[in-house]
């Protein structure tokens, strides 16, 4: 609807959202991979991760995660028809001292799409410290030279206040230390239009 208003180019349709709006944003790079450019993940979890991957959820059993090849089934086994088995590169954000949505769910996005789309395990490494704020942003590809998944992990405040976006403005899940989530998911997606090639096999 809005692209029937407005100038807008439809390869160039991005979806980001933090903690549960990038389980959103996840869920529907997976399911609507045909629809999308690119995503972004702000402190979220994988498709198909269950409640229990995040903190104070399930009891008693605490914490529980899928294992890596269980979410890429899951994955795969969405994206039934050729269309729907277009690479949406993704970029995770995700603080190593997250209390909320703990750090493995940030690696597990990754290492998801690095087995979904068939990507290096090598990286490009560069490092993204900013105000006192350690941060390491990796870049993985596929064997043709294509993003497949950035992650930008950082070591923010301990336990509930690292659940935010950060580097931006304050606010109650918003940390203005470290580099800017924004600025970093804006570059991203600038780099990453839709471009139609071969379906994943």
């Avoid at 709006?21 to 790079?29: P, T």
């Avoid at 991979?33 to 229990?52: H, R, T, W």
């Avoid at 277009?86 to 990754?110: A, C, K, W, Y």
Wanted: proline share 7%; with cysteine; hydrophobic share 40%.
């Amino acid at each position: 609807e809005v692209e029937g208003e407005f100038p807008i180019d439809p390869d160039r349709r991005y979806v980001v959202g933090l903690s549960s709006g990038a389980a959103m944003a996840v869920i529907m790079a997976a399911a609507y991979s045909e629809d999308f450019a690119a995503a972004g993940s702000v402190a979220g979890l994988p498709y198909d991760e269950s409640e229990c991957a995040v903190s104070g959820v399930c009891f008693p059993g605490g914490l529980q995660f899928k294992p890596v090849s269980q979410l890429v089934a899951a994955m795969t086994a969405e994206q039934t028809r050729p269309d729907e088995q277009h690479l949406v590169p993704m970029m995770v954000v995700h603080s190593s001292n997250d209390g909320t949505v703990p750090f493995e769910n940030g690696q597990n996005i990754r290492d998801v799409w690095i087995a979904r789309y068939n990507a290096s395990t090598d990286a490009e490494e560069r490092d993204c410290t900013h105000e006192g704020v350690a941060c390491q942003h990796s870049v993985y590809r596929d064997g043709a030279g294509q993003t497949v998944v950035e992650t930008v992990f950082y070591d923010g405040p301990p336990f509930i206040k690292s659940h935010a976006w950060i580097g931006d403005n304050a606010g109650l899940f918003a940390d203005p230390n470290g580099p800017s989530a924004t600025d970093l998911l804006w570059a991203f997606f600038e780099a990453n239009p839709r471009s139609v090639g071969p379906a994943v096999q």
